[in-house]
């Protein structure tokens, strides 16, 4: 609490000495006296004191691929007061601003693009005293094309052998965001119950060294290629 005492009475304005304690309620009201002991007290108001700016958590990871035309960036946000807007920072420019923003909960930004594309994205929101804070820029990426089509090479269809640990060969994909080729083998031709599964992490290993024996039966065997959008 801090109480002063003002003369003359022409004034009408009061400086603090000391500074008030952020991200509290403050009450600050004005009584007159005269020289009797007779005095009037004006309304209590509220001072909110705020110099944090508001704490902002990304929800959607950095150096996300997706296979939708539509991004959806996801980030919460929290501040003493409410959060008066957040705005969406795409290659360094505002792409959206919500005004209607609930604190400590997931909301996103939806943007649509025309064509596959990379970009930056970060975060800005501003409280009600005018602080703010922005994010890092994150990184996305939209990749809506497959693969280049493949194909496989050896063993040969309907191969008879009494070779356990072929050496499985196909022809080389390519994409610009490749991620692996997953290598299933099994016992049924629909795949429904895979017995198998490999992975190899580049483009050109596109070849696959079976190492511990397969039994006895006839094998099915067929290679997806698969980019960081999936």
Do not use: M
């Not at 191969?159 to 991620?179: A, C, G, K, Y």
């Amino acid at each position: 609490n801090e109480e002063a005492e003002i003369t003359p009475i022409t004034t009408t304005n009061y400086q603090l000495l000391s500074a008030l304690t952020s991200n509290q309620n403050w009450y600050w009201r004005i009584s007159s006296y005269d020289k009797a002991g007779n005095f009037n007290t004006s309304d209590v108001f509220v001072y909110l004191p705020d110099v944090d700016a508001p704490d902002i958590t990304l929800l959607t990871a950095n150096d996300t691929y997706s296979n939708s035309l539509t991004a959806v960036l996801s980030y919460s946000v929290n501040d003493f007061l409410n959060v008066s807007n957040c705005s969406l920072i795409i290659n360094g420019i505002v792409n959206h601003t919500n005004y209607s923003i609930q604190k400590i909960v997931s909301q996103n930004f939806s943007v649509t693009f025309g064509s596959d594309q990379g970009f930056n994205w970060s975060i800005r929101c501003y409280d009600e005293a005018g602080n703010f804070n922005i994010t890092e820029n994150r990184t996305y990426t939209i990749d809506t094309n497959q693969p280049a089509a493949f194909y496989l090479i050896s063993p040969v269809n309907y191969t008879i052998t009494n070779n356990q640990v072929p050496l499985l060969d196909w022809s080389s994909s390519s994409d610009t965001n490749f991620n692996n080729y997953t290598i299933w083998i099994d016992d049924n031709a629909d795949f429904g119950s895979v017995e198998y599964d490999y992975y190899t992490y580049s483009s050109l290993d596109s070849y696959y060294q079976i190492v511990s024996g397969l039994p006895e039966g006839i094998w099915n065997w067929r290679v997806a290629a698969y980019d960081k959008a999936g």
